[in-house]
């Protein structure tokens, strides 16, 4: 009997709890369920970017044109649209973007806003031509231009790296040898600047702003015709045709022409603020008996940073004299031998743009 009381004890136990358990489990079980159909996952074919203000109002654009017209008028810009003709092999994993038609599209742009702003243009190319790599230095050279500009789109080492995607511009050299020229990567940080911000790029992880020298691809010869170019020039990597995103902006040429107005402003940028002038003054400059005595003008619409100011004979730095109320340089040496030599001067203004290239090359008999 006792045994009997137990086990209907036990059934209702059983029949009154258990049962509320497992409703528990199944009903969290159900949202489940129905959680798990309500995400769907769906490709975007969507193409993002940002239209700058000051380009999408005819206005503003024209207003910055004319803001930046003053610092144009009289210089000489050559563009080098990268790649084309018989070299057409950069292009993205489906081929639907062809690296050389992109820089194109992007340099004819630029040309048009350079010319707006009252320069005088020069292009290695204008359609889709073949022109060696040594020959746009050469062209470069002969033009007479003050500037240099090589527009290129970029890949990645690997074929199978297919995310990576940032903006870069590069200039000739390292802060450490002697060809470097510090007013290129005045241009470039200017360029990489505004072009980054309107594509809407990072600068990438190797560079905190963006420049990079091109010592860092090539080891001590960098790109050709950033080492072959004797006028200030950089290299711009506008972005990595290989990444799936922008390959799609890439062939919308609202999107090229965003792309060359980045690169008219950053140079714009660059020229507002002032680039220094280096003169020789031969009126009491002489040398004789190997005594060297040289004098030279340097002068900005601002004013000369001292401490920016370097001067190198032969390639090794010597001392000078600087008055910056008269904005006179007095170089002098005693133990000058015949033969050819050399004289570098470099001098930045104080918002940090320096005077281009200045080598003055003199013959001692």
Not at 71 to 100: L, Q
Not at 312 to 317: A, G, I, P, R, T
Request: charged share 25%; aromatic share 12%.
């Amino acid at each position: 009997m006792k045994k009997c009381l137990l086990c209907l004890f036990a059934v209702v136990l059983i029949v009154g709890c258990a049962p509320q358990k497992e409703i528990v489990i199944e009903t969290k079980k159900e949202i489940v369920e129905v959680e798990k159909k309500v995400y769907i996952t769906k490709d975007c074919d969507c193409v993002k970017y940002e239209i700058p203000p000051d380009w999408k109002d005819e206005v503003k654009k024209l207003e910055k044109i004319n803001k930046f017209a003053p610092y144009f008028i009289g210089k000489t810009i050559f563009i080098d649209p990268g790649h084309g003709g018989s070299d057409r092999r950069g292009k993205s994993k489906d081929g639907s973007v062809v690296e050389a038609d992109v820089n194109l599209r992007v340099a004819l742009y630029l040309r048009n806003y350079f010319k707006a702003a009252g320069a005088t243009v020069i292009m290695s190319r204008e359609a889709d031509s073949t022109v060696d790599l040594k020959y746009r230095s050469v062209l470069a050279n002969n033009s007479g231009a003050d500037f240099f500009i090589s527009i290129h789109h970029n890949a990645p080492g690997s074929s199978s790296e297919y995310w990576t995607n940032f903006t870069s511009t590069f200039y000739h050299a390292t802060e450490t040898d002697y060809e470097f020229e510090h007013c290129e990567r005045d241009m470039a940080k200017y360029v990489q600047r505004d072009l980054a911000y309107v594509m809407g790029n990072p600068n990438g992880l190797g560079s905190f702003d963006g420049t990079y020298s091109d010592y860092n691809i090539y080891p001590k010869e960098g790109f050709s015709v950033l080492r072959r170019t004797e006028i200030p020039s950089i290299l711009v990597e506008c972005s990595f045709f290989t990444n799936p995103s922008e390959q799609q902006r890439l062939n919308i040429e609202e999107f090229n022409d965003i792309q060359a107005w980045g690169i008219f402003r950053g140079f714009g940028r660059y020229l507002s603020q002032g680039i220094p002038t280096i003169t020789f003054i031969e009126d009491g400059s002489k040398l004789s008996n190997g005594n060297l005595k040289f004098k030279y003008l340097l002068e900005d619409n601002g004013s000369i940073d001292q401490k920016s100011i370097e001067v190198y004979l032969d390639q090794k730095e010597i001392e000078f004299t600087f008055s910056s109320k008269e904005g006179l340089l007095l170089i002098t040496n005693e133990n000058i031998k015949k033969g050819e030599h050399e004289i570098k001067i470099v001098a930045a203004n104080k918002n940090g743009n320096h005077a281009l290239p200045f080598i003055q090359k003199f013959i001692y008999k």
